[in-house]
């Protein structure tokens, strides 16, 4: 798998127009840091996103809604430094853009030059439409998100499936039309009903990455630590757990504890070696500066 993803090409806004163009399926996940990221280029993932997700996945808050721009830049910048081949997308957090168009500019420039993302994330319809085009104007791809957007939970009755009724699902439509008129070049659907999303896909000319949206998005998108089984949060109901990583890796370092507090590690096999005449000649000289009898010569004597 690892030699199959190293020889997909780079993914460019061009080539995931014309996977929708040709009917390919379109694999987005999360990646928060490094590693992360060098784990989604070796899959051969065709987009990464730096989710503001990571408030909760990886920095402990309760949700998106405190990340800063500090936080997600560093995340974002250490993601660029393990992908080559994936678009990268970062999510702009909470109060970073909403403002006005130059706030909004401001931060997605931010972004771009501190951590060289392909392309910047924002969430809603209504005035985030407005936003989008005046950072798409300002030379900036922008990815919108419609549906249930976390970082207005709290105004949308929670974490709940939005588009529920007819009404509903045309106020969504409506969002999502008004970001593909802003220019913005793929849009996000989550925990949208599939009857809905369905309606809408044919009337949509931009890829379409579903999360909760079923099956027949252009795309999906899951967060690295929901699909790997690692994060101990609630799991939404779109989650397929590819992996249970997270008791593994708890029995991995209660192991080495273990191993530490009976000392079982390290063996002699995990150290360096120093040769024989050199091991002696510092105990003679450490004994010299203490003003002691080398350690080495008091055991012969002994």
Same mark, same amino acid.
């Given at each position: 798998m690892a030699a199959a993803a190293a020889s997909r090409p780079r993914t460019t806004f061009a080539s995931l127009a014309a996977q929708k163009a040709n009917g390919e +399926?379109?694999? !987005?996940? $999360?990646?928060?840091?490094?590693?992360?990221?060098?784990?989604?280029?070796? #899959?051969?993932v065709d987009i990464v996103l730096v989710g503001d997700s990571a408030a909760m996945t990886v920095l402990g808050y309760d949700?998106?809604?405190?990340?800063?721009?500090?936080? !997600?830049? !560093?995340?974002?910048?250490?993601? %660029? @430094? =393990?992908? #080559?081949?994936?678009?990268?997308?970062?999510?702009? +957090?909470f109060g970073s853009y909403e403002g006005s168009d130059e706030q909004a500019v401001a931060t997605a420039q931010r972004f771009v030059k501190t951590t060289g993302c392909d392309a910047v994330k924002i969430e809603r319809g209504g005035s985030s439409a407005d936003r989008a085009r005046a950072i798409i104007a300002a030379g900036i791809p922008v990815m919108g998100h419609v549906g249930l957007t976390p970082q207005t939970a709290a105004t949308l009755g929670g974490y @709940? /499936?939005?588009?529920?009724? #007819?009404?509903?699902?045309?106020?969504?439509?409506?969002d999502a039309l008004a970001l593909q008129a802003a220019g913005c070049f793929s849009i996000v659907?989550?925990?949208? +009903?599939?009857?809905?999303?369905?309606? /809408? /896909?044919? %009337?949509?000319?931009v890829p379409v990455i =579903?999360? =909760?949206?079923?099956?027949? $998005?252009d795309g999906q998108v899951l967060v690295f630590h929901d699909l790997l089984g690692i994060y101990d949060g609630r799991a939404a109901r779109f989650v397929k757990r590819y992996a249970e990583l997270r008791e593994p890796m708890i029995e991995a370092v209660a192991a080495y504890a273990d191993d530490v507090r009976e000392h079982r590690y390290p063996e002699p096999r995990h150290g360096y070696a120093m040769a024989a005449a050199e091991a002696s000649r510092l105990e003679a000289l450490l004994a010299e500066r203490d003003? %002691?009898? +080398?350690? =080495?010569?008091?055991r012969e004597r002994a």
């Open positions: +399926p379109i694999a !987005m996940v $999360t990646a928060y840091d490094y590693p992360s990221a060098q784990i989604a280029e070796a #899959a051969g949700s998106t809604v405190p990340v800063t721009i500090e936080e !997600m830049l !560093m995340l974002t910048a250490a993601v %660029r @430094r =393990g992908l #080559a081949t994936p678009l990268l997308v970062a999510d702009l +957090p @709940r /499936m939005q588009g529920r009724t #007819a009404d509903e699902a045309i106020a969504v439509f409506d659907f989550e925990a949208i +009903p599939t009857a809905a999303t369905d309606a /809408m /896909m044919p %009337r949509l000319d =579903g999360i =909760g949206a079923g099956p027949n $998005t003003g %002691r009898p +080398p350690i =080495g010569i008091v």
